[in-house]
């Protein structure tokens, strides 16, 4: 198995890296058993570029997931469709053109900024959208699993929802956002389940409780991801990383929302376990 960050905020090192763009999103390409998937399309059509730099032939991708409905992890969907004329890109049920950041001013007046998949998206490529409400193998080996009550219920998300000022537009009135529109890509190998889930706004080890109960029995090996923690306290990042410190995953590779002050602090408490990624990154297991 191979995985490649085609984008992601955080610039490659590498000299390598130079002809590479960043933006704030994230895209990643993996090989696995002889097909390709890709995860999300960052937020504009650079990831297309960075894929023809880093040798990723977008036409040879069998499948698309996206992690969940928002811009920056949407928005070079139609980049791909162009590339790709044949993948089906699969996104959960609940993932429409109606997800907002709300912001307040002088702590009084609300104000409801536009985040979600870009408008008309869709529609327009309704033939190549597979909506998944259940959990789905999509290939042999690879699969994906929306969020499960049984770890944290949808008032609970909604609680995490309303910490992030996310919110959701329906039948032209707003909700706090409870993450359904949100999903994990997981693929099986031989070291265990390599857990991927783009922003983790349902918490990233809440997510592997999830994928535990999905496959009782199976260990996790790696969750890779944003962890959407670049706001959160030092204390509480702790808090986390100690939480995932005893789930036992042996590999964390995190970036885009996660922070680099949290990423400092993953670090601390975990170790070589925790890899920050980055544009143009290689991951082989």
Not at 32 to 43: A, C, I, K, M, P
Not at 152 to 178: M, P, Q
Not at 240 to 266: M, N, P
Request: negative net charge; contains cysteine; charged residues 25%.
């Amino acid at each position: 198995m191979k995985v490649r960050v085609i984008i992601d905020n955080i610039p490659g090192t590498a000299a390598s890296a130079s002809s590479l763009r960043s933006e704030w999103g994230l895209c990643v390409h993996v090989e696995y058993e002889g097909h390709n998937v890709l995860l999300d399309t960052g937020s504009s059509a650079k990831f297309a570029k960075n894929a023809t730099a880093l040798g990723v032939n977008l036409s040879k991708v069998d499948a698309g997931v996206l992690s969940h409905a928002h811009y920056d992890h949407a928005n070079g969907m139609r980049a791909f469709f162009e590339a790709n004329d044949h993948a089906p890109f699969y996104l959960r049920k609940a993932a429409l053109e109606n997800c907002y950041h709300t912001h307040k001013i002088f702590g009084i007046f609300t104000y409801q900024e536009y985040i979600g998949i870009r408008r008309g998206t869709l529609k327009r490529f309704a033939d190549r959208i597979r909506f998944a409400d259940s959990d789905t193998e999509i290939l042999p080996g690879v699969f994906i699993v929306g969020h499960k009550d049984c770890v944290l219920d949808a008032a609970d998300r909604a609680a995490i929802g309303l910490r992030a000022h996310f919110a959701v537009k329906e039948n032209g009135k707003y909700r706090t956002d409870s993450f359904d529109h949100e999903q994990s890509l997981v693929f099986d190998t031989p070291k265990g389940l390599f857990v991927m889930n783009s922003c983790s706004h349902g918490g990233a080890d809440n997510i592997v409780k999830e994928i535990e109960a999905t496959f009782p029995g199976k260990k996790i090996y790696a969750i890779l991801g944003g962890f959407h923690l670049f706001r959160t306290p030092d204390n509480d990042v702790r808090k986390f990383a100690e939480r995932l410190r005893e789930l036992d995953v042996q590999k964390i590779y995190t970036g885009h929302c996660t922070g680099d002050r949290a990423y400092e602090i993953l670090h601390e408490v975990l170790g070589d376990r925790a890899e920050q990624l980055h544009t143009g990154m290689a991951i082989e297991i």
